[in-house]
């Protein structure tokens, strides 16, 4: 078991806090394996065994199991007046999960966790039991820098970190391809069945799509055009030229349902000098890299959208809110902002005339504030800083603490 240390310090806080904690993420993000990290650090803590109350609801044991009544029960067993910690993997199979566990913390001396891979591990749908009495930790596919330790614990030889970038958004980052040596293509077909897997089981079944066919020709749609200014008329339009029917308002609920299963990420714009969030011509960016190439072939002309996706999701992983700006005709990749703090990132493969750098720069040089701002590219350019502009490259930014 590999560790991820930052999940650890994101849930410890939390331990023997009156909050069921709650670990939500596409499925193989890793989620099982931050479950078993926390049971190890309880366990060097000094809780005995069988303290440590351990469920996987992915199993076909629990597959009969139609009542949360018989849910309560089955777990209430193995709860005394000793202090417990239970874990509940992938517990949104269960009916009412939320409705237990809320009895649970109620009726006993127990401490909770629990993970989830669609909508209903969201806030908007599990406050109506658990209300001011949870915290949701996301979990997401490896981080570049978590993606350099499995590579450096799997014995491979240290190179440079820009180096290894491209390799990075190419296999990208779910936990299972990442800890032994395959070939992209064996890679790939793993990445290929989480999709499949998360598109049957948590999408297809779960909202009783009668044509999947469709919802697969969205989903390319989205995979070809992440980090693109589109709309669900857009696709609606796109699908209508392939003689293919599907009103506007499905197409925006099949764009829900991916969001809740966490295949994608919707980014609103945001008006810059409004100061406010605009629900118009939104980004959606993919959870991982991988399942662009999984899903469509390599590309290597999709590089430049891999980078920003990249950026987007290192950014959310820091806990900041993403937005894409907006500054009258101008566009801004990403404005961040997080506590109160805000940063301002443009990201570009390379720059390779006047045109484009003053399209990356001078974007930013509008914006009229003190907030840091940052150019991002993969090229050969002057380290330093260009009237107030950090230039970095997308690989430093990545493992870079000076901004989140």
């Known amino acids: 078991m590999i560790d991820r240390p930052q999940y650890r310090a994101a849930i410890e806080p939390y331990i023997d806090m009156p909050l069921v904690k709650v670990l939500a993420g596409v499925r193989r993000s890793g989620k099982s394996t931050i479950l078993r990290m926390i049971m190890n650090e309880l366990s060097n803590r000094g809780t005995a065994s069988d303290c440590l109350i351990h469920y996987s609801f992915d199993s076909l044991a629990f597959a009969d199991m139609k009542t949360s009544s018989e849910f309560y029960r089955m777990i209430s067993k193995r709860l005394s007046s000793r202090r417990s910690y239970l874990f509940l993997d992938e517990v949104q199979e269960i009916p009412e999960w939320e409705r237990v566990v809320n009895s649970l913390m109620t009726d006993f001396n127990v401490d909770i966790y629990v993970t989830g891979s669609n ?43 820009r180096d290894e970038l491209a390799a990075y ?62 709309s669900a008329k857009s696709i609606s339009d796109y699908l209508k030229s392939q003689q293919r029917a599907l009103s506007v308002e499905t197409v925006y609920n099949y764009l829900l349902f991916l969001e809740k299963a966490f295949l994608v990420y919707r980014c609103s714009r945001f008006d810059i000098r409004g100061k406010e969030a605009l629900k118009t011509q939104e980004k959606f960016y993919l959870v991982d890299t991988s399942l662009r190439h999984a899903l469509l072939g390599y590309d290597p002309t999709a590089t430049a959208s891999l980078l920003e996706n990249a950026v987007y999701l290192e950014i959310r992983r820091r806990g ?85």
């Open 119 to 161: 909508s209903r591990l969201l806030a908007s749908e599990i406050s109506t039991y658990l209300t001011g009495r949870y915290v949701t930790i996301p979990v997401y596919p490896l981080s570049f820098s978590e993606y350099l330790d499995f590579r450096r614990f799997q014995g491979h030889e240290a190179s440079r970190p």
């Open 169 to 230: 958004l190419r296999r990208g980052g779910f936990p299972v391809v990442n800890t032994g040596d395959m070939a992209d293509d064996q890679a790939y077909r793993i990445v290929n069945d989480i999709y499949s897997s998360v598109v049957l089981r948590d999408i297809v079944q779960k909202n009783d799509i009668r044509r999947p066919e469709l919802l697969e020709r969205i989903v390319r749609f989205v995979f070809d055009n992440a980090g693109k200014t589109f």
């Open 320 to 404: 900041f809110s993403v937005f894409v700006g907006k500054l009258g005709e101008k566009e801004i990749d990403f404005v961040a902002e997080r506590q109160g703090a805000r940063l301002y990132v443009q990201v570009s493969r390379e720059i390779v005339d006047e045109q484009t750098e003053h399209r990356e720069y001078g974007n930013l040089l509008a914006i009229r504030d003190g907030y840091p701002k940052y150019v991002l590219r993969t090229d050969s350019f002057a380290e330093g800083q260009y009237e107030g502009i950090r230039t970095m490259h997308v690989a430093d930014f990545l493992l870079s603490n000076e901004w989140g």
